[in-house]
């Protein structure tokens, strides 16, 4: 069922559910987001290689990550993420205090157009949030264990809420339960903030976030590295590529007529007048 006939209920569905497409409802057109991919790392070498793949369209830090990546100097280091021009990219403060929370976030957003800060899931979080939204800067409401912290945190004008899976898990709850309850809830009153879900362990966590509508999802490394490979993937190719060159008796023939055109000059363009026919004689064109 589609168009104007949809329930609210079937509208939220699809929504939820179907990426890339645009949905009418009372006559008003609605755009379903692309999921989006985040790299959770510091590591300016992976990021340069994930971003290579073309895989990722931002990334996000803590202030754990930064430790673990052994960094000092953090504008620096942030600057140099920031010019990779991945898209955007988190930074998060490190008080639970409003007024360190501003000076440092107001720090955080001088240094590019696509730093995103990040605040924690508090009342000091929420107006410092607040702020941001009305200075036009991004913000990613972070530690969101619940519902109900995530539907406050776009209340109060988060462009990110980020929803912890396997932490809300070790809690005993079901993430996934937790991930499309807020997207509806998001939906249903139009709200604009976005759901980023981090906290994965396992590769199964990441498929099973992929079904719940969330907007993006931001992977650990070790993760991210794992998803292009498969072994019957490799075996394939490699019978593929192992049959075709034993057919050619062991060297690859267009191997060799790649590598030959790219030893022949390009051949100028010709200064010999251009012909065509006339009247059944050839004449300059």
Known sequence: MSGSHL???????????????TIRHNGA????DNMKIFADTANIDEIKEFHEWGVIDGVTTN???IVKSGVKDLETHMKKILALDTGHVSIEVT???????????RWFASWDKDAVI???????????CKTLTAEGIKTNVTACMSTKQAILAAK??????????????????DASTVVKETREILDTHDMDSQIII????????????????????????ELLKQMPWNPRTESTINE??????????????????????ATIPPQAPSSAPKMRSKGGKLVRD
Request: hydrophobic share 40%.
């Open 198 to 221: 981090g906290s994965f362990r396992s590769m199964s966590h990441i498929i099973t976030a992929m079904k719940t509508g969330a907007h993006v999802l931001t992977i650990p490394t």
């Open 118 to 128: 990040k605040l924690p899931m508090n009342v000091n979080g929420l107006k410092a």
């Open 95 to 105: 008080s639970n205090e409003l007024d360190e929370m501003l000076a440092q976030l």
């Open 7 to 21: 329930t609210i209920h079937e509208r939220r569905y699809e929504k939820i559910t179907l990426y890339n497409r």
């Open 240 to 261: 593929f590529l192992t049959q075709w060159n034993a057919f050619h008796g062991g060297e690859d023939p267009l191997t060799n007529a790649v590598n030959l055109k």
């Open 156 to 173: 109060a004008g988060a462009t990110y809420v980020s929803i912890f899976w396997a932490r809300i898990e070790d809690m005993g709850y």
């Open 29 to 32: 057109t609605t755009r379903v």
């Open 63 to 65: 202030p754990l990550i």
